[in-house]
């Protein structure tokens, strides 16, 4: 049956009631954070509107611990609160126009890890970083390969990012390296799943539960400094490259919104292990778009990678890990197959050789000072209608003059 | 002027006066944990003793966030009150003996980075993993090599680590890979750096800023699956090889005790970028001793490092990346010029080519179940005296059965 609320929504809004995403927000004019749901152009005060202290924080921590039964309850009672007439009077003091509120960073960051699930991308870096090689590496198609990055510098959309400093390549064998800003700065167009509850250390969590424990989905940009990264990476992998910011979107859209964007991911070229092997699909029609100052430059489908957010899940504590609420893990840079698909400058750019043209008539290698980047994506929704996921946007500052060098 | 204690000190206590290290800790019959320090044979209850919230706590973090000032005066009026005989009557009844109470893990771990700056160990490293090239990849005497680890699995010494399962390198190309019990379970003798006061996004740290951010010191065992990381490792780094398990001892010894233990590093092959010269010596004259199964297997010594923790701080940060109090940072595994030196069972075995010859008649490649493995550090103290860091133990357990595989 499709509900219908009585709230305003614009037509083409990404956050219709079965969208119903969760944030955390603070009012015009009020100074105290708490949680709430997007709903057209205005957000909804969940804390007041339930008179529950759980949403009454500024960060959705309490509520993420709570799991899933009561994961589905709220989002019932909030979908009857917005559907049901006789509550608009009630509910509507507790609507705030999205224009007027301040979204924060959404939830405090247990640990990170970022994946590499992405086919195209892996290969795409592989062909540039290891030429004459095979692109993937051995492992790549028996398990998602992924690694930690650093919770304390996940930021909220819209902070700026000031390009980091590192040391890079000599440029001949025998010299010093040299040292100084990012001359490639780059994004990765990245979807992120958010843990809600935690499980014990030595047991790890199958592919079947999945949405047990993760809450919902998001954005991310996984800024990264290409230069450092070649310099530094061998044996132990990225660090300072990535470690200076990762931006997340500030609405995490629930599992149960993703309901109609559930697909079946692509062919698997091996039998896998059984702890990888899925009892349901989890690959997702997620479609994003990059925007490099207002102007898309790639439309990276979600549907494309090669591993689930499930199979993520199920790797990642294969070995006993622990999850705690908070957890955030992303999918790596989304890529698809076509040019016009590529989730970082470093592919859609070919490691800088082919720079992109803009509308403006200037063109981009990498990301220069003043560059604003935005994610955005869709999803099929429920009824027919289109989920949206907000956006992920950070604008580039100068490197910090006169820092150590 | 050398203060003497009233408190009873045996002799070759790990806890003298001049030690003073942090732990948390609940005394027997009583369910709230608290911060206390150690001293001979008695940990005492910091909290009751100076009637300071602070100290009411499960963990050291709110103490830590005070920063260096307040270290340095609550180190000072810890040691008034167990040196002016005046105050024993109060303090007595604070003291509680160290073999009556539980320890816990002292501190929430915000972000934990592991380095690799050890050369020896990395040259062995590069030796076994890499044979025919160079031992050192390019980069690695330019700037400490590091990784972000799992701090969600970072445990109190004498939790148990379960065997962890994970994939392995096929047997032949084209064959499917293998799945079980990691069969190449291994230690990484390590020292850690406790972050304190944290520090602003986009602000690098200097190496003469460590003393104000870094609080003290701790040490880590960094359980490591060596067949696991062989499979996933490249190129994104370690991952599920290490993110099963991370011990660290149950006392961080302040910085402040450490004077007499600061040397001059070893001599560095080139000029350094500014960011990593050091205006002090930060080497430390730790003296580690791995034990397995109460028998020494290696004496590790920490002032061979080449790279010291400010330079680790400095380089963590060069990038803009901010510090929160209670990011933990390791050195990696600690091995010296000599086979007897050397920090984990893959150096010490060579691989597993060379096994250990225990005392009971036994020998070992890499852990079995049931071993325990004991990690001990003593340093040059004020006064003559000698500073213990305790231990870090922990003992396998089998792999758990009918799990997934």
């Known amino acids: 049956m499709t509900a219908a609320t009585w709230a305003e929504v614009p037509k083409g809004s990404p956050f219709p009631l079965q969208n119903l995403p ?28 339930l008179g529950d202290d759980t949403f009454a924080h500024g960060a959705l921590n309490p509520f993420l611990a709570q799991g899933r039964a009561r994961w589905t309850a709220v989002r019932a009672e909030l979908t009857a609160l917005l559907t049901d007439a006789r509550h608009r009077a009630a509910v509507t003091p507790h609507l705030h126009p999205l224009d007027a509120v301040t979204l924060h960073l959404p939830f405090e960051v247990a640990d990170y890890v970022d994946f590499y699930a992405s ?4 290969a795409n870096v592989g062909r540039m970083f290891r030429p004459g090689a095979e692109p993937l ?59 809600g509850t935690g499980s014990a250390l030595g047991t790890p969590v199958g592919t079947d539960a999945f949405a047990e424990h993760v809450f919902g989905v998001c954005l991310v940009n996984d800024w990264s400094a290409r230069d450092v990264q070649a310099w530094e990476y061998v044996p132990l992998g990225p660090f300072l490259a990535k470690s200076f910011a990762t931006s997340v979107s500030p609405w995490i859209v629930p599992l149960e919104a993703l309901e109609a964007a559930r697909v079946t991911p692509p062919e698997r070229a091996h039998a896998l292990r059984p702890y990888l092997r899925e009892t349901e699909d989890w690959g997702l029609d997620l479609r994003l778009e990059v925007r490099l100052n207002g102007q898309p430059v790639s439309r990276p489908p979600f549907s494309a990678m090669y591993w689930t957010g499930a199979q993520m899940l199920a790797h990642m504590t294969v070995n006993g890990a622990s999850l705690r609420t908070g957890d955030l893990y992303a999918s790596g840079t989304v890529s698809g197959p076509e040019p016009g698909e590529r989730g970082c400058l470093m592919e859609l750019t070919w490691g800088g050789e082919e720079p992109l043209k803009l509308a403006d008539g200037t063109s ?29 946007t950070g604008k580039i500052l100068p490197a910090v003059a006169g820092g150590r060098s």
Do not use: N
């Open 22 to 49: 969760y944030g955390v927000f603070t009012p015009a004019g009020d100074t105290r954070a708490r949680v709430g749901v997007a709903i057209g152009a205005h957000v909804l005060d969940v804390a007041a509107v």
């Open 137 to 195: 590496t051995p492992q790549w198609k028996h398990l998602p390969i992924g690694y930690h990055g650093r919770a304390g510098t996940v930021v909220a959309s819209g902070t700026p990012v000031v390009r980091p400093c590192g040391q890079k390549k000599p440029g001949a064998a025998g010299e010093l390296p040299g040292f100084g800003p990012s001359a490639r700065l780059d994004i990765e167009a990245e979807v992120g799943f958010v843990v």
């Open 364 to 392: 981009r290698a990498f990301l220069e000072d003043g560059d604003e980047v935005t994610i955005t994506a869709t999803a099929p929704g429920a009824d027919g209608t289109v989920i949206g996921f907000g956006e992920v």
């Open 119 to 122: 086919e195209h991308h892996a």
